[in-house]
């Protein structure tokens, strides 16, 4: 669905670019699963990442997170990097597939207990995740297992591939809360219930507070621990770890971070992700802009 309120060339951009996305998903989605996914991969690693100049974000953020990498490993995750996140993509895009093998994942970790005490006690939990690995396998994984699993989303910038994410997504289990007033009143509405809640965090937010993340200072948004305080919630780190053979996932729930206050529990969550990402770099999305508006031009 196109946006009359954008300028015609950024619409014509937008369209372009839904089309060839669209082009690759057909093409993968034709293909037995085991296939589609390392060759999404591929093309995002040398198709997309080329031309959409993520190699250059990935890039200038590993000099400014970690400059004292080695060239060959700043090379490696050149690749490594747009790699996973094609296949997190068509994974997504894929349905049952995905879900019933993200469903068979296992599940551990010391936030384990946590959420299943959580559970018999009808408490609330935040899952506070990030872009790392594939973010849904978790949320597939434990709607398996029968938790009651919603998820907070952030509306695309580009209308045309928006639609069809937030389809794609949607399929994988329910509800969906987009970021907004009406998304924000079912989202409470959830917490309130005992429900289980899903949230991305590692994104730069405009006039949020800058945390440390490697070292440096990064934009980071403290309502995920408000939310917890507020209604009580457990708030654990929650990670969906991409396998050797590239198709599978470990999920690992950390150690539920206690309530303090919101920086302090957001400095938490940022060093809980930070740690993960010094483990595997290569599954975090490092094309992101996680340092802008910190003076960093990225």
């Given at each position: 669905?196109?946006?009359?309120?954008?300028?015609?060339?950024?619409?014509?951009?937008?369209?372009?670019?839904?089309?060839a996305l669209r082009a690759m998903f057909?093409?993968?989605?034709?293909?037995?699963?085991?296939?589609?996914?390392?060759?999404?991969?591929?093309?995002?690693?040398?198709?997309?990442?080329?031309?959409?100049?993520?190699?250059?974000?990935?890039?200038?953020?590993?000099?400014?997170?970690?400059?004292?990498?080695?060239?060959?490993?700043?090379?490696?995750?050149?690749?490594?990097?747009?790699?996973n996140a094609g296949r997190t993509l068509?994974?997504?895009?894929?349905?049952?597939?995905?879900?019933?093998?993200?469903?068979?994942?296992?599940?551990?970790?010391?936030?384990?207990?946590?959420?299943?005490?959580?559970?018999?006690?009808?408490?609330?939990?935040?899952?506070?995740?990030?872009?790392?690995?594939?973010?849904?396998?978790?949320?597939?994984?434990?709607?398996?297992?029968?938790?009651?699993?919603?998820?907070?989303?952030?509306?695309?910038?580009?209308?045309?591939?928006?639609?069809?994410?937030?389809?794609?997504?949607?399929?994988?289990?329910?509800?969906?809360?987009?970021?907004?007033?009406?998304?924000?009143?079912?989202?409470?509405?959830?917490?309130?219930?005992?429900?289980?809640?899903?949230?991305?965090?590692?994104?730069?937010?405009?006039?949020?507070?800058?945390?440390?993340?490697?070292?440096?200072?990064?934009?980071?948004?403290?309502?995920?621990?408000?939310?917890?305080?507020?209604?009580?919630?457990?708030?654990?780190?929650?990670?969906?770890?991409?396998?050797?053979?590239?198709?599978?996932?470990?999920?690992?729930?950390?150690?539920?971070?206690?309530?303090?206050?919101?920086?302090?529990?957001?400095?938490?969550?940022?060093?809980?992700?930070?740690?993960?990402?010094?483990?595997?770099?290569?599954?975090?999305?490092?094309?992101?802009?996680?340092?802008?508006?910190?003076?960093?031009?990225?």
């Open positions: 669905m196109s946006d009359p309120k954008l300028p015609l060339p950024q619409r014509l951009r937008y369209g372009a670019t839904n089309l057909g093409l993968a989605l034709a293909l037995p699963y085991r296939w589609r996914v390392p060759l999404m991969g591929w093309l995002a690693s040398r198709v997309i990442a080329p031309l959409a100049g993520w190699r250059r974000r990935i890039r200038d953020n590993l000099a400014h997170a970690l400059p004292d990498l080695p060239g060959p490993d700043v090379a490696r995750l050149l690749r490594t990097v747009p790699d068509i994974e997504i895009y894929s349905g049952a597939d995905f879900t019933a093998r993200a469903s068979r994942s296992p599940i551990g970790g010391p936030g384990l207990a946590a959420l299943e005490h959580a559970r018999a006690q009808g408490r609330p939990v935040i899952l506070v995740t990030a872009h790392f690995g594939n973010y849904d396998a978790a949320r597939a994984a434990l709607i398996a297992r029968g938790h009651d699993m919603g998820a907070l989303y952030r509306r695309m910038r580009n209308p045309y591939f928006n639609a069809h994410y937030v389809r794609s997504i949607g399929a994988i289990g329910q509800p969906m809360f987009e970021q907004g007033r009406a998304g924000m009143v079912q989202m409470v509405r959830h917490l309130k219930g005992g429900g289980v809640l899903g949230v991305l965090t590692d994104l730069s937010v405009s006039n949020a507070p800058a945390l440390p993340f490697f070292g440096q200072p990064a934009r980071t948004s403290l309502a995920t621990a408000e939310l917890a305080i507020r209604y009580d919630a457990v708030l654990i780190p929650t990670f969906s770890i991409r396998q050797e053979n590239g198709l599978d996932f470990s999920i690992r729930l950390e150690a539920p971070i206690p309530h303090t206050d919101p920086d302090t529990m957001t400095r938490a969550v940022n060093a809980s992700l930070e740690s993960l990402v010094r483990q595997h770099p290569d599954q975090w999305f490092w094309i992101h802009r996680r340092w802008k508006g910190t003076g960093q031009q990225i």
